[in-house]
């Protein structure tokens, strides 16, 4: 089944959503329009048998707007396919939560939070996952530095001035060559 | 009696309890010996591998991602291998595919003795983990023979394998799949009719496919419910469609399910090995013939003006992967292990993204654990198999 024969099953029970099939090598890939993510989820399980929610997560393009797009992997086992959703947030923007669906997207999408802090709307439980508590900023962002070279300290939260930072950003710059 | 003043009380399980499998966090409210709720903390072990691979060229990211599930090292790396073939659209040479699957299968082996060694252990059969170390010691010494590293031998390459197998592979193998079954039997003659192990999981922990499937648990854990799920059968990858194995399934989804569905994986584990050694040449093509990608062989850079020049782009440049993305799952000991990767076309990934079986497997161990006893705490938490590192990446 490729994007668009799932476009085509999809679209009569998602009323409304403008879906699009994008370019992918591996498997079926549909951009969603960030309002019908949910809706979408909902179709896609109980309609068209994606029981498993495999994978989400995100990927952050700066300096290219909207900055975020969140990546949904589902998995149907009865049928034997895969489908990755992506949804553009931008940079302020927010998303609602799948969890209602899936409950395997309750950790997944705390996780995105923590890394890259993309709100998830609904979310039960949206707290720091794999960082400590206290921890400032979304570290896998493209403009958070590698390492922060700071003194540790186990009592108070880490705080960076603007200069360190910059510093920090310049110091880690790679050349990407194409 | 009704007047009796009763509450709740916290337990703190973790992170340094020798039973949580690396350091694994639960504050546990009881009622009793009664588990009222848990809420798992994780996070000790995040070491930032995703945001490190960013700044790495293509081909260093596979010692990394080796270190993410560190008893399953190889797992990850043909995951990330196939992941980024399959933007390069490389196809392998048979050789290759067979050799990987042998090493997978090994892989999957030994993660399954340490599985089984440290399940035994913590639930009361302390020999269980001696009789399987000591066989997971001859799996260390095939890693250490073909690349002279126990633990994360980054043999798989991005475009094939680093270099050919070693003289006396063969044997060594052969002498492993030989001895192997029998030690099977053993460790089931020390588990399987044990009344002590069958009375602390049988009828514990329950997961069932359905159950499996909402919380995103795919691989041995869902097949023990039911499900006949595996990336091998349902999305072949490296030649699997070729080999003739069974999926081991169990209907019950209690902990002693899981145990005789990864005993039985062993087993099919071994067939899936012996067929690939038959296939293997002991010499022959160990990477595909693309030269932007596999380094020329020793004798041509030392000769050839063209190979010393390819030699030191792939080396000091890296190569470049088409812009796009990928996703390749691979059927890991844990269940689906998974790499998404982004490129932008450059010398260095946008993204790595790992899909962590033993995240999953935390995320829904308060579903699992909740009603029930405290000592079956140990038992369902051993029996999913979770590894920090996996899950904390």
């Known amino acids: 089944m490729d994007a668009q024969a799932i476009i085509d099953s999809l679209s009569p029970l998602v009323p409304g959503a403008s879906f699009e099939a994008a370019p992918s090598v591996d498997f079926a890939t549909v951009y969603v329009p960030a309002e019908q993510v949910v809706a979408t989820c909902q179709a896609l399980r109980d309609s068209l048998g994606f029981e498993v929610l495999a994978e989400v997560t995100c990927a952050d393009y700066l300096p290219r707007a909207p900055r975020y797009e969140v990546v949904y992997h589902l998995l149907s086992v009865s049928k034997r396919l895969r489908l990755r959703l992506k949804v553009r947030v931008a940079a302020d923007g927010t998303l609602a939560t799948v969890q209602g669906v899936y409950p395997s997207a309750g950790w997944l999408e705390r996780e995105v939070w923590d890394m890259f802090g993309i709100v998830f709307d609904g979310h039960n439980d949206l707290r720091r996952l794999l960082m400590p508590e206290d921890w400032e900023g979304h570290p896998q962002r493209k403009d958070y530095p590698v390492q922060i070279q700071k003194a540790a300290q186990t009592y108070a939260p880490l705080e960076v001035s603007q200069e360190q930072f910059q510093a920090n950003l310049v110091r880690d710059r790679v050349t990407r060559t194409h | ?393």
């Open chain 2, 1 to 393: 009696m009704s007047d009796i003043r009763t509450e709740t009380m916290t337990v703190n399980m973790g992170p340094q309890h020798p039973s949580t499998h690396g350091v694994l966090r639960l504050v546990l409210e009881l009622d009793g010996e009664v588990i009222q709720s848990v809420i798992p903390t994780i996070g000790y072990l995040h070491t930032g591998i995703e945001k490190t691979a960013e700044q790495k060229k293509w081909q260093q990211v596979i010692p990394l991602v080796e270190r993410m599930d560190y008893l399953a090292a190889q797992s990850n790396s043909l995951a990330y291998a196939l992941s980024v073939e399959k933007l390069l659209g490389l196809e392998m040479p048979q050789r290759v595919k067979d050799i990987r699957v042998l090493i997978a299968e090994l892989q999957r082996i030994a993660s399954h003795l340490i599985w089984i060694g440290t399940h035994g252990l913590e639930i009361g059969a302390v020999s269980m983990l001696f009789y399987a170390v000591r066989e997971r010691e001859l799996l260390l010494n095939i890693n250490e023979l073909i690349a002279g590293f126990r633990f994360f031998p980054s043999y798989i390459r991005i475009g094939g394998l680093r270099e050919d197998l070693p003289r006396g592979f063969h044997a060594q193998v052969q002498e492993f799949l030989d001895r192997f079954p029998a030690k099977i039997d053993e460790f089931e003659g020390l588990l399987t009719k044990n009344d002590m192990y069958r009375r602390r999981t049988e009828g514990v922990g329950f997961i069932t496919k359905e159950h499996a499937y909402a919380w995103g648990l795919v691989g041995p854990i869902a097949r023990a419910g039911g499900s006949d799920y595996d990336v091998r059968k349902y999305f072949p990858y490296s030649g699997y469609e070729t080999y003739d194995f069974k999926v081991p399934i169990a209907t019950e989804g209690d902990v002693y399910a899981r145990y005789r569905v990864r005993v039985a994986e062993m087993r099919e584990s071994l067939k899936i090995a012996k067929q690939a050694l038959d296939r293997i040449s002991p010499t022959g093509v160990f990477a595909c013939n693309d030269t932007r990608v596999v380094p020329p062989p020793k004798d041509k850079v030392y000769s050839e003006m063209e190979a010393l020049i390819q030699h030191f782009l792939i080396y000091s440049q890296g190569f470049t992967v088409p812009a796009g993305e990928a996703y390749v799952p691979v059927e890991g000991p844990r269940g689906e292990h998974g790499c998404y990767i982004v490129s932008d076309g450059t010398n260095r990934p946008w993204r790595v993204k790992m899909r962590a079986p033993s995240f999953m497997a935390i995320q829904a161990l308060p579903t699992v654990v909740q009603g029930g006893l405290i000592a079956d705490v140990v038992a369902v938490i051993g029996s999913t198999d979770v590894v920090m590192g996996d899950c904390d990446r």
